[in-house]
Nanobody, 123 residues
Framework: QVQVVESGGGLVQPGGTLSLSCELSGITLRLFEVGWYRQVPGKEREFVAEITRSDRTNSETTNHSDSVKGRFTISKDNAKNIMYLQMKSLKPEDTAVYYC????????????WGQGTQVTVSS
């Protein structure tokens, strides 16, 4: 059966580095676009990064929000069925619950979400 296992959150000092991962099981990651979002309690979920694929060309495009561009890097390993968010130069404002999502290419409105992992950036 299809499952998502998210891990990697924790407490990090400002300027530090942390890596998050989400493993997709039960179906190949190649059939999905991937993305990361984050949410602070009481606020709307915020887009962080994504890897999308063109149905026409099959080419992939990586996008990062302006707030994390240059510091965060989204990536994926199709062979391992894992997607990642590598975070560096972390700031206190990066503190949030981070959620991964796998969006089916056949229906991009169908998202498989991780349960969320807390990232706290504090000295």
């Amino acid at each position: 059966q299809v499952q998502v296992v998210e891990s990697g959150g924790g407490l990090v000092q400002p300027g530090g580095t942390l890596s998050l991962s989400c493993e997709l099981s039960g179906i190949t990651l190649r059939l999905f676009e991937v993305g990361w979002y984050r949410q602070v309690p009481g606020k709307e979920r915020e887009f962080v990064a994504e890897i999308t694929r063109s149905d026409r060309t099959n080419s992939e495009t990586t996008n990062h929000s302006d707030s994390v561009k240059g510091r965060f890097t989204i990536s994926k390993d199709n062979a391992k069925n894992i997607m990642y968010l590598q975070m560096k130069s972390l700031k206190p404002e990066d503190t949030a619950v981070y959620y991964c999502v796998f969006r089916a290419l056949r229906n991009r409105q169908h998202g498989l979400w991780g349960q969320g992992t807390q990232v706290t950036v504090s000295s």
